[in-house]
Structure formats: C-alpha cells, structure tokens
C-alpha cells in the first residue's frame, strides 16, 4: 500500500524494515525528492505510516503529532480476554540499555505518563483488540497491555510463550486534518482481516 501526495506519502511498513532509514531511503529511490520521517513504528511491528515530502509538510505534520491532531490506531492480538473496553494509564520507564519499558508507580526522572484507549473486537483465548494511542511511548501497547496480564501474542520481551517470532501488532489506521480536509487511511494485517474496527475518538472520557 501506497498513497502519494504531493506533501506527504502513506505507505504500510513491513515487520522487520527500519522506519527511521531504510523505508525513507525506498521511498526516495521510488518517488524522487526528500522523504522526512516524522513518527516512527519498531522494527518487529507493521502497518500505515506518513512520511512529509517537505520540510514544510514535516513541520505541520510534527505539529499535529505534538497536538494530539493526527490519531495513531492499532490493532493487536493479545492472550486472555481483557474487558471488553477500557482507558489505560500508567507511568513508564525505559531501560535503554535492556531496550525494555516498565510500569511504575511514581514519577521521577526519566519516566513518562502513557495513555490509550481501547476496544475488545474478538474475545476469546487471544483477544483481538483495537487501540488508539492518546500517547506516544517507546513499547506503549506491548508494555501496558502485559502490564495487565494480556501480553501481545508473540511478544517475548513482554512474557509470550507463542512460537511466532513478532508482536501481533500493528498500524492500522491513521487520521489528521490537512487542507481543511479530515483524512483517515485503514489497512489490517491478514490476521485482523475482517475485523470492524470501531470508533474510539471519544473513549478516553469513560
């Protein structure tokens, strides 16, 4: 998947290719031009992603991101049956030198407040859940659904004992305003295929 603007290009990232250099160097041998990252998605997960084509672009879309103005959604698998909606709220920790993310109780130096609503699409012994990030944290949803007993299915670093070799997780629908224009672009993994995602824009007043 491929959408080209003249400001910006929406593509779908695969598992296991660098967002911050190897996908911008792709676009820019198949587009022309400058390719700027703007946001960025780990190298074990997939889904939709923006690049700007300018620095102008970048800076608009770095300023709707800072805003909260352009929304990130995912959908993940994960094991166990969480309730069937919820906001979640937690304080994280990163360990860069273990390249892990943990949940604590206090803030202090180096932790950040993470926040993200969420939808249960398919219960059952691994859920399908959607999630719109209200937050933007290093291993977010992987930490902060673990956290609660519901690590995603292939997460090892987060306590999954599936054989896969890669969270199921990933990117699958992005909305920000441009022009005067509200955009949104979907796409889901074949795992997620089929699935009706919901509308979780105004969830994280429950």
């Known amino acids: 998947m491929e959408i080209a603007e003249k400001d910006f290009v929406v593509c779908r990232k ?32 997939g889904g939709l992603m923006v690049y700007a084509r300018s620095k102008r672009a970048a800076a608009e879309l770095s300023r709707l991101i800072q805003e909260g103005q352009l929304q990130k959604e995912y959908v993940a698998l994960v094991h166990g049956t969480p309730a069937p909606e919820g906001y979640l709220t937690d304080y994280l920790y ?55 007993g519901f690590p995603l299915v292939g997460d090892h670093k987060y306590g999954s004992r599936s054989p896969l070799e890669a969270p199921r997780l990933y990117s699958c629908r992005l909305t920000f305003p441009w022009e005067g224009k509200m955009l ?9 295929e089929g699935a009706q995602l919901q509308d979780l824009r105004n969830m994280k007043k429950i």
């Open 14 to 45: 695969a598992v296991g290719l660098d967002s911050e250099h190897e996908l911008p160097r792709l676009l820019r041998e198949k587009l022309g031009g400058e390719i700027y990252p703007v946001h960025r998605l780990d190298l074990n997960v």
């Open 184 to 192: 949104t672009f979907t796409d889901l993994p074949h795992w997620a």
């Open 94 to 148: 990163k360990d860069s030198r273990k390249n892990k993310v943990f949940v604590v109780k206090k803030p202090r130096n180096g932790v950040k407040e993470a926040a993200l609503s969420y939808r249960c699409l398919c219960p059952g012994e691994e859920s399908l859940v959607q999630v719109l990030l209200h937050t933007g944290r290093s291993h977010q949803i992987r930490v902060q659904f673990a956290s609660r």
